[in-house]
């Protein structure tokens, strides 16, 4: 899948998790810049993007047709 994170500057240095619908990981890394791609080789399916920003989590959903 191929997806963009646009995030504010605050974001920067906060690190990110793609999972699968079974909650294994798929990819870790860290926001470097409010525009960051993330391409990922995997199967069709629905996937959650969860940013960690000390205690404060969001998830959102990506779904790869």
């Known amino acids: 899948g191929n997806w963009i994170l646009y995030t504010d500057a605050s974001r920067i240095?906060?690190?990110?998790?793609?999972?699968?619908?079974?909650?294994?990981?798929i990819y870790r890394s860290t926001i470097q810049q409010s525009t960051t791609p993330i391409h990922?080789?995997?199967?069709?399916?629905?996937?959650?993007?969860k940013i960690s920003a000390g205690n404060a989590n969001r998830t959102f959903k990506l779904v790869k047709l």
């Open 40 to 49: 990922l080789d995997v199967a069709s399916g629905l996937y959650l993007l």
């Open 13 to 25: 240095g906060n690190t990110f998790e793609v999972t699968d619908n079974q909650g294994r990981l």
